[in-house]
């Protein structure tokens, strides 16, 4: 089974200061069909997670262009250009071929 | 738009059995997946399985093999979540997600408890 590894595990970031979250799998995710089904959530206190990013890079509708996603093979990463108050809780990566497998998750809070 | 709308929480003893419905709106039902996550308290995401909302077939976890069942009724746009032989550490929220990553619903607390 694929293991999905975040680092770091917390962040506190300044307002307006960028930010940036790795996830590495433990084999590659490029998948047959040439697609990396990579994903990025936030899960901010007492809601479930909200979906950023998938596909590795493709913002989800309404998110915000200061989030962006990159990487390819097992190395990925999730950059927020300009951090704001509203982007605090926690962040997962996740894979979803053939099931789906988060990653521990990272806690950004605001300095 | 799309939504899922899950049903409320539910205490239960250990070796009962729970189930969890989760109620789609906005979309048509049957042309998507619903899989099912669960969040132990403070911890991660956790995968259980999923079920193709259109024929009815599942696929588990291996972690949860004989112990949960994913259904659905079409007419209801709705899907169920049945755990079996619950133990203490089966307290978590129970989360059922569109395929595709979106939407969620709001959570089920399922607390298990003597």
């Known amino acids: 089974d694929v293991v999905m590894s975040q680092t770091p595990l917390s962040l506190s970031v300044t307002p307006g200061q960028p930010a940036s979250i790795s996830c590495k799998s433990s084999?590659?995710?490029?998948?047959?069909?040439?697609?990396?089904?990579l994903y990025w959530y936030l899960q901010k206190p007492g809601q479930p997670p909200q979906l950023l990013i998938y596909?590795?890079?493709n913002r989800f509708s309404g998110v915000p262009d200061r989030f962006s996603g990159s990487g390819s093979g097992t190395d990925f990463t999730l950059k927020i250009s300009r951090v704001e108050a509203e982007d605090v809780g926690v962040y997962y990566c996740?894979?979803?071929?053939?099931?789906?497998?988060f990653g521990q998750g990272t806690t950004v809070e605001i300095k | 738009q799309a939504q899922l709308v899950q049903s409320g929480a539910e205490v239960k003893k250990p070796g009962a059995s729970v189930k969890v419905s989760c109620k789609a709106s906005?979309?048509?039902?049957?042309?998507?997946?619903i899989h099912w996550v669960r969040q132990a308290p403070g911890q991660s995401l956790e995968w259980m399985g999923w079920?193709?909302?259109?024929?009815?077939?599942?696929e588990y976890s291996q972690k949860f093999q004989g112990r949960v069942t994913i259904t659905r009724d079409t007419s209801a746009s709705t899907a169920y979540m049945e755990l079996s032989g619950l133990r203490f550490e089966d307290t978590a929220v129970y989360y059922c997600?569109?395929?595709?990553?979106?939407?969620w619903g709001q959570g089920t607390l399922v607390t298990v408890s003597s």
């Open positions: 997600v569109r395929g595709g990553g979106d939407p």
């Open positions: 906005g979309y048509t039902f049957s042309s998507h997946a």
């Open positions: 079920s193709n909302a259109g024929n009815g077939n599942t």
């Open positions: 084999q590659s995710l490029m998948q047959s069909d040439g697609k990396t089904y």
């Open positions: 596909e590795v890079s």
């Open positions: 996740m894979h979803s071929v053939p099931m789906w497998t």
